[in-house]
């Protein structure tokens, strides 16, 4: 066992040497045995066996891969401090607790402990930059939480400010909120963007329209979630499309059930598909959009959505990103009788998309990639305890399938350290549990145990629960005389 290493200096040049170097450029290249040369807040230098300059620290990155920091463009950050509570949950149950019931229950507090926390896991898991789709501002007091718990994190996010518990036409018409949204575009911090976040309903009457053009006012993008199975549909993206509210900066997310038309729109205006597979596999959006992403040559990064639900790295959303489309280009195969020998998405692909696919999706030219003059967002992905860290043939492959948030030892953002062998530096994660210990008990009395409980376990539907009958089984379930008759043979009577 070597000896602990020591963080190093934020102050000083590092340089990670001899790892396996994703760059993610134009061209995806990559690069064996090779040096990435951080100073400052920038990239300097990336290649092999590089001069470092006097001073340099040295991070040795032999036998792991040096990637640049992820990207996640869609997460309901403050849903965090409710971690795994809907496991089970569908769609429907899912808005009934947060849209309907429980969410308006939510104190600027609970969004701040929620977000701290979803914030340093990001950074845990190699996430660098984290949109943060926070929908449950009921108030500016509400907003001003999310954005200082945002601040205290040294990480980049984007605070995407939405709030379902009145219209967006309401809350973009407020001063108040304006000039909040536009003293944050103002500040021109790069670890802190804005976007508006909203969804369009297919009202004929269009009232999202006014709420358009608050953002395009305040120069502010849009992301929305749209083609959200029994939800958001094609008339959404027409109704924008005909208004001209579709720019190049316009995130969608799920973008799962429309028709060709909309992703033609889509496609001919610029704007980017946020897939959040996981979420797409089990909530009931409709399948994640990555076919037509590739059809209609549709920009695309991913995303997580909910810790509610879902794991928070991007590891788990590569991963789900695969098997989805894999699954669906397979079966598709298979209803016509045929047979895929070749698979259209690969590993790179994805890991593409978790990272230089956000930068384009956020407008970033700055992060998304390790080149020389971007910023120093840097993750090394090495785990020498684990028997999963070799033989390391494939790097994408690698990455897509086999990395995890364990393995992920030293983060920079904007060349600081925030985790170095494997443990977040400068993070207080005792005051955040407590933090998030004290919204758990305030919502768990609020609701009451019985509804609290019944919320966390949805009933099952009873027609489901029925074992079918089968012939082949010993035992008739059918039957008590028989069962009983079955066991007594078992029994050897
Ligand atoms: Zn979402």
């Given at each position: 066992?070597?000896?602990?290493?020591?963080?190093?200096?934020?102050?000083?040049?590092?340089?990670?040497?001899?790892?396996?170097?994703?760059?993610?450029?134009?061209?995806?290249?990559?690069?064996?045995?090779?040096?990435?040369?951080?100073?400052?807040?920038?990239?300097?230098?990336?290649?092999?066996?590089?001069?470092?300059?006097?001073?340099?620290?040295?991070?040795?990155?032999?036998?792991?891969?040096?990637?640049?920091?992820?990207?996640?463009?869609?997460?309901?950050?403050?849903?965090?401090?409710?971690?795994?509570?809907?496991?089970?949950?569908?769609?429907?149950?899912?808005?009934?607790?947060?849209?309907?019931?429980?969410?308006?229950?939510?104190?600027?507090?609970?969004?701040?402990?929620?977000?701290?926390?979803?914030?340093?896991?990001?950074?845990?898991?190699?996430?660098?930059t984290?949109?943060?789709?926070?929908?449950?501002?009921?108030?500016?007091?509400?907003?001003?939480?999310?954005?200082?718990?945002?601040?205290?994190?040294?990480?980049?996010?984007?605070?995407?400010?939405?709030?379902?518990?009145?219209?967006?036409?309401?809350?973009?018409?407020?001063?108040?909120?304006?000039?909040?949204?536009?003293?944050?575009?103002?500040?021109?911090?790069?670890?802190?963007?804005?976007?508006?976040?909203?969804d369009?309903t297919?009202?004929?009457?269009?009232?999202e329209?006014?709420?358009?053009?608050?953002?395009?006012?305040?120069?502010?993008p849009?992301?929305?979630?749209?083609?959200?199975?029994?939800?958001?549909?094609?008339?959404?993206?027409?109704?924008?499309?005909?208004?001209?509210?579709?720019?190049?900066?316009?995130?969608?997310?799920?973008?799962?059930?429309?028709?060709?038309?909309?992703?033609?729109?889509?496609?001919?205006?610029?704007?980017?598909?946020?897939?959040?597979?996981?979420?797409e596999?089990?909530?009931?959006?409709?399948?994640?959009?990555?076919?037509?992403?590739?059809?209609?040559?549709?920009?695309?990064?991913?995303?997580?959505?909910?810790?509610?639900?879902?794991?928070?790295?991007?590891?788990?959303?590569?991963?789900?990103?695969?098997?989805?489309?894999?699954?669906?280009?397979?079966?598709?195969?298979?209803i016509?009788?045929?047979?895929?020998?070749?698979?259209?998405?690969?590993?790179?692909?994805?890991?593409?998309?978790?990272?230089?696919?956000?930068?384009?999706?956020?407008?970033?030219?700055?992060?998304?990639?390790l080149?020389?003059?971007?910023?120093?967002?840097?993750?090394?992905?090495?785990?020498d305890?684990?028997?999963?860290?070799?033989?390391?043939?494939?790097?994408?492959?690698?990455?897509?399938?086999?990395?995890?948030?364990?393995?992920?030892?030293?983060?920079?953002?904007?060349?600081?350290?925030?985790?170095?062998?494997?443990?977040?530096?400068?993070?207080?994660?005792?005051?955040?549990?407590?933090?998030?210990?004290?919204?758990?008990?305030?919502?768990?009395?609020?609701?009451?145990?019985?509804?609290?409980?019944?919320?966390?376990?949805?009933?099952?539907?009873?027609?489901?629960?029925?074992?079918?009958?089968?012939?082949?089984?010993?035992?008739?379930?059918?039957?008590?005389?028989?069962?009983?008759?079955?066991?007594?043979?078992?029994?050897?009577?």
């Open positions: 066992m070597t000896q602990p290493e020591r963080v190093p200096s934020s102050d000083r040049p590092m340089v990670f040497r001899g790892g396996t170097v994703l760059t993610m450029d134009a061209a995806s290249t990559v690069l064996t045995d090779a040096d990435v040369l951080v100073v400052g807040d920038r990239i300097a230098e990336v290649g092999p066996r590089l001069q470092a300059p006097e001073g340099a620290q040295e991070i040795d990155a032999r036998g792991g891969i040096v990637m640049p920091g992820m990207i996640d463009t869609h997460r309901h950050m403050w849903q965090t401090a409710m971690r795994g509570y809907g496991a089970d949950w569908t769609l429907t149950q899912y808005f009934v607790w947060y849209y309907l019931e429980h969410g308006r229950k939510f104190r600027p507090e609970d969004i701040a402990a929620g977000n701290r926390l979803a914030a340093i896991e990001s950074l845990d898991a190699g996430v660098t984290t949109v943060d789709w926070s929908h449950g501002l009921s108030s500016l007091d509400h907003g001003e939480a999310a954005a200082d718990a945002l601040r205290s994190v040294p990480g980049r996010f984007v605070l995407a400010y939405g709030n379902i518990q009145a219209g967006p036409w309401e809350w973009t018409a407020d001063p108040a909120i304006r000039s909040f949204l536009s003293g944050l575009k103002d500040a021109g911090d790069d670890r802190m963007g804005v976007q508006i976040a909203f369009v297919g009202d004929p009457a269009f009232p329209k006014a709420a358009f053009e608050a953002a395009r006012e305040l120069g502010i849009v992301t929305t979630h749209a083609g959200v199975w029994g939800a958001t549909n094609d008339d959404g993206i027409r109704l924008m499309h005909e208004h001209g509210f579709m720019t190049p900066e316009t995130i969608y997310v799920h973008a799962s059930t429309l028709t060709r038309d909309s992703y033609q729109r889509i496609a001919a205006t610029g704007g980017s598909i946020s897939v959040a597979t996981e979420s596999c089990s909530a009931g959006q409709g399948h994640a959009p990555t076919e037509q992403v590739l059809q209609y040559g549709i920009p695309v990064s991913l995303s997580i959505d909910t810790s509610v639900w879902w794991s928070g790295d991007m590891f788990s959303a590569m991963r789900a990103t695969l098997n989805a489309d894999r699954m669906a280009q397979h079966m598709d195969a298979h016509n009788g045929d047979t895929i020998t070749h698979l259209r998405l690969r590993a790179q692909h994805v890991v593409e998309w978790a990272t230089r696919g956000g930068a384009h999706a956020l407008g970033r030219d700055d992060i998304g990639a080149e020389a003059g971007k910023k120093a967002d840097v993750v090394l992905i090495k785990n305890d684990s028997p999963v860290s070799f033989p390391l043939l494939n790097p994408f492959g690698q990455v897509a399938f086999q990395a995890q948030r364990g393995d992920v030892h030293t983060v920079l953002v904007d060349g600081r350290v925030v985790k170095f062998a494997h443990k977040l530096v400068g993070t207080d994660l005792p005051a955040v549990r407590r933090e998030v210990e004290a919204t758990v008990e305030y919502l768990r009395s609020e609701l009451g145990e019985d509804a609290w409980q019944h919320g966390m376990f949805p009933e099952m539907p009873a027609a489901e629960a029925e074992i079918l009958a089968n012939p082949y089984q010993y035992t008739d379930y059918e039957d008590e005389s028989k069962r009983a008759g079955g066991a007594e043979r078992v029994l050897g009577r």
